[in-house]
C-alpha cells in the first residue's frame, strides 16, 4: 500500500471567500448630522450579520492566518503582562515562538525518564466503584481529577487527592429513558485541553458530550455505524476527532455541535486514536496491520505499515513520534515521517503462564508529553516503564510496577508526577480471558520525580536554529 494516500480535494469556498465589499457614503453635513441610537443598533447588526457572513466563507488557509495573528496577539498580551519592562517584550515572544516551534516539530524534550524512581507498594492506591472492567480514562489539565469509563456503562469523577468519587453516571437500564447516560460499555472518552468538555464513546455507537466540570450531559452526536473505538480533542481547540469499528474517523465541531466530514481508509475495525495540536491525528487499524496519520486540511493520509500483527493502541509522544503496542507482544517507535519504525521491542511482555508460545498483548500504551517516558500495559502482571533514547532510535527497560489484570487504559499527569492504570478482569474488547480474582478499579502510581526543564534534543534542535 502507498505510503502517502491523497483524496480529491473538496470546494471550500472558491472565489466566494474573497471578502464582500460594501460602500458607506459619507453624510453631507457630518457637524449638524445627528444619529439615533435606533440607527446605531442597525448599523451594529448590518457589520456584525457581515463579519460573519465572511467569516464563514473564508478559506482553509485564511482561517489558519487570522488564527495565527489572533495567537500572536494572544502571546504578546500574555507577555506583556509578565515582563516589567518594554525591553523584555520582543524576546519574551520570540523565545515562545521559539519552544512552540520545536515543540511542533518534536525536538523539545523533557528528559524525565532516568528521574523516575521505583514506587512502594504501600503507596499505589486502587479506586473502586465500577462493577465491571475498567476500559479508559483521561486525567484533567490541572491532574487534580481522573474519570473513567467502564464495561458496566458507568463514568465515575474521582479526586486524586483523596480518592473519593465526586460524580458518578450511572449507565441506563434497559428502557430508562429519564436520564442521559450510556446503554452500552463505555469503550473510549477524552477531555479537552482547557477542561471544558469530556466526551465518551460506546459499543451502541453514540458519542456522549458532558460537562466535565459538573457532569451534566449537553449532547448526543449520532453517526458512525459501529462501537466507537477512540476518541480525542485537539490541543487547544473543541475539535473532536472519533474512531469507530465501522472503520472510519469522523470530525466534529464541538462548539457548534457539529458534524464535518468523515475519513475513510482504515480495512479493519480501528482500535485506537490520538491527536495533539496540529490539525491531524492517528489510528491503530487493529487486524488491517496499519497505523494512519489523517491530514484534515490537506484531506490526505500516511500509511505505516506494522510489521507483524494487530496494532492494538498507539499513543503520540511529540508532533513526530508516537509509540504503538500489538497483540504479538511488540512495543515500536514511529517517526511520522518515516515508512518504517524507528524501534521493535518484541514480546515486552512475556508469554501467558501455561501457554507456550503465547505472546501477551500490548492492551495500552502511554506516553509523558514532551519527554523521553512511554509505558505500556499487558496483562502478564506487571506495568513496564520505559526509557526512549536520543533521537529516538532506541527503547529501554527502566523498571516494572507488579499490577494483576488486563491493564486497558494509562495516563500520565501532566507533570509527571504520577501515572494512572485503568485496571479489569477482562480485555477493554472483550472476553478472551478472564481473571476472576482480579479487582476492577483505577489504580494511581506515584513516580516521585520533579519535572526538568524542556530541553532541546541534540541536532533536531541545531536545524530548528537554522
Known amino acids: 500500500m502507498s505510503f502517502f494516500i491523497k483524496g480529491k480535494k473538496k470546494d471550500r469556498g472558491g472565489s466566494a471567500s474573497r471578502g464582500i465589499k460594501r460602500k458607506i457614503g459619507r453624510p453631507q453635513n457630518g457637524r449638524n448630522e445627528e444619529v439615533s441610537s435606533e440607527s446605531e443598533n442597525e448599523g451594529e447588526q448590518i457589520q456584525t450579520k457581515v463579519s460573519e457572513e465572511a467569516e464563514l466563507q473564508e478559506t482553509a488557509q485564511e482561517k489558519r492566518l487570522r488564527l ?26 520570540a523565545d515562545r515562538l521559539k519552544e512552540h516551534l520545536m515543540e511542533q516539530r518534536g525536538c523539545l524534550m523533557r528528559l524525565v525518564a532516568k528521574e523516575v524512581q521505583q514506587p512502594d507498594p504501600s503507596s499505589l492506591r486502587l479506586l473502586r466503584g465500577h ?23 458507568a463514568i465515575i469523577k474521582w479526586n486524586v487527592q483523596s480518592g473519593k468519587k465526586v460524580s458518578t ?24 485541553s482547557d477542561g471544558k468538555y469530556l466526551v465518551s464513546g460506546d459499543k451502541g455507537h453514540l458519542i456522549q458530550l458532558w460537562d466535565a466540570e459538573t457532569c451534566k450531559h449537553l449532547h448526543t452526536f449520532k453517526g458512525h455505524k459501529d462501537a466507537i473505538s477512540g476518541l480525542s480533542f485537539r490541543k487547544g481547540t473543541h475539535e473532536l476527532y472519533s474512531a469507530s469499528y465501522d472503520r472510519s474517523v ?31 491525528c492517528v489510528t491503530a487499524g487493529g487486524r488491517d496491520g496499519t497505523l494512519r496519520v489523517w491530514k484534515i486540511v490537506e484531506e490526505s493520509q500516511l500509511v505505516f505499515q506494522a510489521p507483524r500483527a494487530s496494532v492494538d493502541c498507539v499513543q503520540l509522544i511529540n508532533e513526530m513520534h508516537m509509540v504503538s503496542g500489538d497483540d504479538d507482544g511488540s512495543l515500536m517507535l514511529w517517526n511520522v515521517q518515516k515508512k518504517k ?6 514480546h515486552v511482555h512475556g508469554s501467558i503462564q501455561g501457554e507456550a508460545g503465547q505472546m501477551c498483548w500490548v492492551t495500552s500504551v502511554a506516553a509523558l508529553l514532551n519527554s523521553d517516558l512511554v509505558a505500556s500495559g499487558s496483562y502478564d502482571g506487571f506495568l513496564r516503564l520505559w526509557q526512549c533514547g536520543k533521537f529516538f532510535k532506541s527503547l529501554v527497560p527502566i523498571l ?15 507533570d509527571g508526577k504520577f501515572i494512572v492504570a485503568g485496571v479489569g478482569q477482562e480485555h477493554r474488547l472483550g472476553r478472551w480471558w478472564r481473571y476472576k480474582d482480579v479487582k476492577n478499579g483505577v489504580l494511581i502510581i506515584p513516580l516521585s520525580q520533579e519535572m526538568p526543564p524542556l530541553q532541546a534534543d541534540g541536532d533536531e534542535a541545531r536545524e530548528s536554529n537554522s
Open 131 to 153: 462493577k465491571l472492567p475498567v476500559t479508559c480514562l483521561v486525567i484533567t489539565p490541572d491532574d487534580s481529577h481522573i474519570i473513567s469509563g467502564s464495561k458496566d456503562g
Open 68 to 93: 495565527t495573528k489572533l495567537y500572536l496577539e494572544q502571546l504578546r498580551k500574555e507577555e506583556e503582562e509578565k515582563a516589567e519592562n518594554d525591553d523584555l517584550h520582543k524576546d519574551a515572544v
Open 341 to 346: 519504525p524507528l524501534v521493535i521491542v518484541p
Open 169 to 192: 453516571i450511572a449507565g441506563l437500564k434497559k428502557g430508562d429513558a429519564t436520564r442521559a447516560g450510556h446503554r452500552t460499555q463505555v469503550l473510549c472518552m477524552s477531555i479537552s
Open 250 to 280: 469522523k470530525v466534529w465541531n464541538v462548539d457548534e455541535m457539529a458534524y464535518v466530514e468523515t475519513l475513510f481508509g482504515h480495512q479493519d475495525a480501528i482500535t485506537g486514536l490520538d491527536s495533539l495540536g496540529r490539525e491531524c
Open 400 to 414: 516494572k510496577i507488579e499490577l494483576a489484570g488486563f491493564i486497558n487504559a494509562l495516563k500520565f499527569s501532566s
